[in-house]
């Protein structure tokens, strides 16, 4: 059943879960995310980036989420980091059910100013809007933000620009980062910022770069080749202190590209006389649909659909 995010994350706020938002590229990745949600009965978000839509087209990517969205699980197609108003419009007018507008590198009217327009927009065609409001570091498909351009999100700025825009959820910073190599010194998350926010802000709130890095799929990737020696990623502990404060959406697109990748080189290493890519991506599939699970017993969001 394909639904709107705010269908998803009002009640997983109010019952202290928080829904997975994974995003999806291709076929496999889709289906490991599925077969998932479907054997943890977990609600689902199926998102794809700006970056996914150039690379596999808008018509592929959401002919795909809608027939996941006919198992027995909610699932909503949602657009990640919506920086140009031309992909959202695109992504509206494919059917998407939830589009991020995400600003958060403009200064706050300017933010404020096409939140809102987005939200007028995505509104009328019965579709959930996700903004933003302080900046992530980090790389992450289009999005780049240096480190010295980062931002924590100020509680009372978040208050004001959620009660301004009508926004349906809202994605704060505080100190999660794009990509594998989130951290150099402290791994933790300003827990206490992040509980000022929600005391303001009674929307979803999202949390950004909040994948995990997990050791055991790291490991493999480098057993296999990769050199992945400084990635570093948020901690399980952290995700669960963010939940009860407030987060609902958790964004996870590393730790799957990680397990892509040391299901993919594993393969490669151990099936030499195998050309049949089918074969080939297998372990990657099943690799991805462990993680999947995995978050999905982190969150809190196994057995809620």
Partial sequence: MLVT????LVPARAKKYAVPAFNVNNLEILK???????KMRSPVILQTTEGAIDYAGI????AMIRVAAKGTVPVAMHLDHGKDLSYIKLALANGYSSVMFDGSSLPYRKNATLTKRVVKMAHAKGASVEAEIGALAGIEDLVSVEEKDA?????????QFAKETGCDALAVAIGTSHGAFKFKGKTHLDIE?????????KLPIVLHGASGVMEDVKKLAEHYGAKLGAARGVLDLDIRHAIRN??????????LRLAFTAGMREAVSDLPKVIDPRKLMEPSMTLMREVAMRKMKLFGSAGRA
């Fill in 5 to 8: 995010t705010k269908k998803l």
């Fill in 32 to 38: 490991a995310v599925m077969s998932a949600a479907e």
């Fill in 246 to 255: 407030g987060v609902a959406k958790v964004n996870i697109d590393t730790d």
């Fill in 151 to 159: 931002k924590l999100t100020d509680p009372d700025e978040a208050a």
């Fill in 59 to 62: 018509e592929y990517l959401a």
């Fill in 193 to 201: 910022r992040l509980r000022r926010i929600a005391k303001l802000v």
